[in-house]
């Protein structure tokens, strides 16, 4: 790797919302091996979307020399974070925190290395903060933070409206003291999260520097919007999770398929290694020329999170789905004691209930083999049942062949 401020990289690239002392933190970014951390809340058995961006400037900080600390939340976790929610989050059991955890590591070790020089660390806030004693607590971290600055924390904001829990008002003093532990412990000096974490953030910057009176930063990074303006992520079926068992391979590549034209350029920035010239040349189109640019840039994140092979295979079923490929390389389902083409659709997934699959086939969007269904009552045709195998389509994206059992 050439030697470049990675501050640049990050910036060119798209990555940084929101920094401070950002003329002190680029001098150190260039002259020094710098610690820093990101934070995951276990709430979930698998990563998401929106973990991606800031595990993509993870691995990009630590390919320019810097040392990641992936801190997962075993404590913070069991409170849970008000930022961005107008509720109070689910509590959850220890046993389920850890498992969690453990699913977690497995699928960032894609993208950073946990051995070699700069080895990324893992970390568990429950080792900390489950033993903490309360007195001790208030009087060395409660006196550096201020309630009345606090109520004016925007993710406190929305909790207040409905009821903000002294449970959840906690939270702030508890990220902040994670960044001061991990500075003490592992002289990290930078946090690095999503730019809903930004007052929580700056609370940590500013107990290291009022109470250790040492170099603290922290950096946001933007967060993956559609033309709407809102997040993207959320597929027909959900969330766009990275664990395959909640969201099918050949579903990730085309998600990233199937992305606005107007968006191509920044995802690549944003979700891939490519370099930035071949960006520019594969998007600089604004005809059917920017579906190689798609193609490429679903074909490049699926790698990343799932493997090249399993990529390869997606992008088969992709082509054979939509021309360009071999049948026998379409998603497949394979089905049982079905006859009824609404009860098909949720079957393998295409309708939530039947009341949804009926008024798709109403719609004119569902066909079988090359004719319409318009019957919301139909069923498979028996041509179809006789031959054990036909193509569903669903609109223009969506061609799955059925296997009947």
Known sequence: MEKKNVFDVLKERGFIKQTIFEDELYEKLGSESVPFYIGFDPTADSLHIGHYIPIMAMAWMQKFGHKPIALFGGGTGMIGDPSGRSDMRQMMTIETINHNIECFK????????????????????????????????????????????????????????????????????????????????????????????????????????RKEKKSAFCLTCTLLLNSEGKKMGKTQKGALWLDENKCSVYDFYQYFRNVEDVKVEECMRLLTFMDMDEIKELTKYNDERMNIAKEKLAFEVTKLVHGEQKAIEAQKQARAAFGGGSAEDMPTVEIENVSLISDLLVTVGQAKSKGEAKRLIEGGGVSINDTKVTDPFGTIPEDCLSAKEFILHKGKKVHIKVVIK
């Open 106 to 209: 497995k699928q960032m070790s894609r993208f950073i290395s946990f051995e070699g020089e700069n080895a990324a660390i893992i970390a568990n806030n429950a080792d900390w903060l489950l033993n903490l004693n309360y007195v001790n607590f208030l009087r060395d971290i409660g006196a550096y933070f201020s309630v009345n600055k606090m109520l004016t924390a925007e993710c406190f904001k929305q909790r207040m409206e409905k009821g903000l829990t002294f449970l959840e008002f906690n939270y702030m003093l508890m990220q902040g003291y994670d960044f001061l532990y991990l500075n003490q412990k592992y002289g990290c000096m930078l946090e690095v999260g999503g730019d809903d974490q930004w007052s929580n953030m700056l609370a940590g910057v500013d107990l290291i520097r």
